[in-house]
């Protein structure tokens, strides 16, 4: 099934560069929602950057079903929401909810 991408690629333009790759899920990339929970790993290779970037509202369901997410540059992603940026160089481990005044948060265990 072909995704229908909510900003084309036309429209991407130079705010994260050199980051390298990140996972998103379809909630941001197709249905337009801003980032609501991201959190950075260890990367799998070299060209993974280590993020990820969800909704916050995608259940287990949701994530289980690999299609509903993809591998994107981080710069994508930033063009979709563009308050991740500020986040970009926290180091692995870190995690970061959207709060209800609707900047980010640090999570703590």
């Known amino acids: 099934m072909k ?3 909510r900003i084309s690629a036309a429209e991407i ?5 050199g980051f390298g790759g990140c996972i ?3 909630r941001i990339m197709v ?3 801003r980032v609501g929970y991201m959190y950075r790993e260890a990367p ?14 995608e259940d287990e369901r949701y994530m ?3 299609s509903r997410h993809g591998v994107y540059d981080v ?3 930033a ?10 160089n926290a180091p692995e481990g870190s995690r970061f909810a959207r709060a209800g005044d609707g900047g980010f948060q640090i999570v703590e265990d």
């Not at 333009?13 to 560069?17: C, E, G, H, I």
């Open 75 to 77: 710069n994508t992603v």
């Open 79 to 88: 063009n979709y929401d563009p308050e991740i940026v500020a986040y970009l």
């Open 24 to 26: 998103a899920t379809d």
């Open 44 to 57: 799998d290779n070299s060209l993974d950057s280590g993020w990820r970037f969800t909704a916050g509202d």
């Open 64 to 66: 289980s079903e690999a």
């Open 13 to 17: 333009r130079p705010l994260a560069t």
């Open 3 to 5: 995704k229908a991408f």
């Open 31 to 33: 249905d337009g929602a």
